[in-house]
């Protein structure tokens, strides 16, 4: 059996679907191109039917990348289809992904329907999608619960329809890897014309088995795995990318390999995570902060001695610099766009003034400017253009007396200044922003991440709001966590 495995990466897609992590089109765009230089081999774009921002940015994806395959995603529904054709037009190498829950959970209760109406519905959407491209892949959802011999029956019809990737989604993240890869073995084994068609696997993370279900898949004759940088997706996540990918070259005897250069892995965490304002928690295999660390006195001393006695893998392999430049008020511009492209993120010149602007401003506060803060000083950019600023801001706090915070907002172009007082400098200050700002606004979550180490500590907050109904997430970054809270409010506020 052939033994390359294609990778398919969704982070655009089911990976962009985790809440508050949306990209608009130029960021999707970015990180399409990094992906692009990772070596993918398939990008799923978007599903262009479900809003106009998700057909325009299949659009101009298609436009920006030429090697890997675009794909776009579609239920078995013409309309769906028809869309996912449109815009896929000036794709150079073009996909369709369309499917149907083939689950008797799915069958009963989610589309009133039975087997032999849902096995003519999957053939008919592969057939209408073979009109528009000759690269069909057919998801069959929740693929994990269904009955094998109904799933076989409907991928070999699917096959015999036309379509050139069967996806077999454990879509609830329930399989047990035994259970996941006897699957993908029943259908080598049972499904006629199975060698016409890629079998792909497809793994959420609920039970924490996503990529122990997708090596099970690889091993038993899948071709295809459908991942995401850093494993986000919804609800626990996807499987991980990097995770596959360097468990196969670690395990020389596989006998399994991908096209992924692997030294971009690195950087194209750090740009996802820095983009979509999510940050990879420390003991996350492969690009987690302390994968490579070791703390124990006995494993120190033997990685002093050989890296191999505890390092199964060179943390150069994957594009870590392990010489970091650590800046300072004294580096230059270019020091700085060095350390930002190392880290996957590349700024036109202007952006660039931007962000060397706000770093200085760090810089005089703080002795040591890491890769996390410069990662900070980039996402924060990307709140300049935005309706509502905060001009100044100023909270005071103390035992023995009452926090009371004052505020300057400029909301496009006229100001506004207002003082209150509260709990806490943060309550203090964002009661005082409420008085200009007269919206219905419920907290839900928040959240302060220190991103660095020391009493001159940047940090991250991350902030869920409600609003009639409707939930909403911002971001705020400084070394001041009153002023970063601040910002994740007005972030919630400019996206409201």
Known sequence: MDGHV??????????????????NTVEKIQVAKALEQLGVDVIEAGFPISSPGDFNSVVEISKAVTWPVICALSRAVEKDIDMAAEALVHAKRKRIHTGIGTSDEHIRYKFNSNREEILER????????????????????DAGRTDNEYLARVVEAVIKAGATVVNIPDTTGYCLPEEYGAKIRYLVEHVDGIDKAVISTHCHNDLGMATANTMAGLLNGARQCEVTVNGIGERAGNTALEEIVMILKAHKGISLETNINTKRIYPASRMVSSLMNMPVQPNKAIVGKNAFAHSSGIHQDGVLKNAGTYEIIDPNDVGIDTNSIVLTARSGRAALKYRLEVNGVHLDDPKLDEVYKAFLKLADSKKEIHDDDILMLAGADRAHGRRIKVDWLQATSGIGMKPVASIGLDIAGEKFEAAATGNGPVDASINALRQIVHRPMTINEFTIQGITKGSDDSCKVHMQVESEGKVYYGFGASTDIVSASVEAYVDCINKI
């Not at 057939?127 to 998801?139: G, I, R």
Request: aromatic share 16%; net charge negative; proline share 3%.
């Open 6 to 23: 294609f990778i398919f990466d969704t982070t655009l897609r089911d990976g962009e679907q985790v809440p508050g992590c949306q990209l």
């Open 122 to 141: 999957a053939v008919r959407a592969v057939k209408y999608a073979k009109k528009y491209v000759e690269d069909v892949e057919f998801y069959a959802e």
